[in-house]
């Protein structure tokens, strides 16, 4: 799970697969401290990702379909432009993944 600071906010990404959509998400949320009983263990990871509030929707069924964006949550929330970026190159990379991996063998090529 990438995991970036900007400007004293952490922010996560994480991916996941959704069989509902036929799509891989990519979800963009603030993160939080990981427990502090946490800090002796080298594996642990400093933060947690809390709720998505920006979801990429790239399906890998057919590659005729194109990836999409929501915005979630209820309150206004500004993203800064470097974590824009940041969040959209990790996107661009999982379309480009599926789409190769399309091109070699089909919807079930693509895990």
Request: charge should be negative; proline fraction near 9%.
């Amino acid at each position: 799970m990438p995991v970036r600071e900007h400007q004293g906010r952490h922010y996560a990404i994480q991916f996941g697969y959704s069989l509902h959509d036929d799509a891989w998400h990519v979800e963009l949320s603030e993160a939080g401290p990981a427990p502090a009983e946490w800090a002796g263990n080298p594996a642990a990871v400093s933060h947690l990702p809390g709720a998505a509030f920006l979801i990429a929707v790239i399906p890998d069924e057919d590659p005729e379909l194109e990836p999409t964006v929501h915005l979630y949550g209820d309150n206004e929330r500004a993203v800064p432009y470097e974590i824009m970026r940041w969040f959209m190159e990790h996107v661009t990379e999982e379309v480009e993944r599926c789409r190769a991996a399309f091109e070699q063998g089909g919807p079930e090529a693509v895990t």
